[in-house]
């Protein structure tokens, strides 16, 4: 895996990692949701799920946002010329056996990527939100993020 590459991932990742709150690979085939992978401090591969849902989740975030308060959950920035919400309250680990394909443009073959100044941001957002599921905030993010890294580690 490469840092700021978008990823797809196997059937198996969720069937060897059963939680409900992970975000569904799709049926139809286009290789939907792609995951936009990024490392923590111990070298462990994390992966961030984008959606197309901008409207729904700039909603959300207001709501989060409202009287001052911060939102570390929610990023919105650009892929591929339109506007993504990078969804870190899904965010889950992963190991290379679980990757099944990187996204690429269709005009180029070239990798989606996205900006350094977006990846940055999101890279904060992400450290912020797993220091404070470490430190017993779990709720913060749906999936057991801290049980499927325990068994990555172990098995790895």
């Known amino acids: 895996m490469i840092l700021k590459h978008f990823y797809f991932i196997s059937d198996s990742f969720y069937k060897d ?3 409900p709150a992970l975000m569904k690979n ?3 085939g286009h290789g939907r949701p792609c995951f936009l992978a990024i490392q923590d401090d111990e070298g462990l591969f994390w992966m961030i799920p984008i ?12 709501y989060k946002t409202k009287d001052g308060k911060r939102c ?5 920035a650009e892929v591929l010329g339109n506007e993504r919400a990078f969804l870190i309250q899904n965010m889950f ?3 290379d056996k679980y990757i099944v394909g990187e996204y690429k443009q269709n005009s ?5 990527m996205i900006s350094e100044i977006d990846a940055k941001k999101i ?11 470490k430190h017993g905030n779990k709720h913060i993010v749906f999936p057991d993020i801290l049980s499927i890294a325990k068994t990555l580690k172990t098995n790895d």
């Open 72 to 76: 570390d959950t929610i990023y919105f």
């Open 108 to 112: 180029t073959g070239n990798p989606v």
């Open 51 to 62: 959606s197309s849902k901008v409207e729904k989740f700039k909603r959300i975030y207001a």
């Open 93 to 95: 680990p992963i190991i």
């Open 123 to 133: 890279l904060e957002k992400f450290k912020t939100v797993l220091a404070l599921v």
């Open 17 to 19: 990692f059963p939680d």
């Open 26 to 28: 799709k049926e139809d």
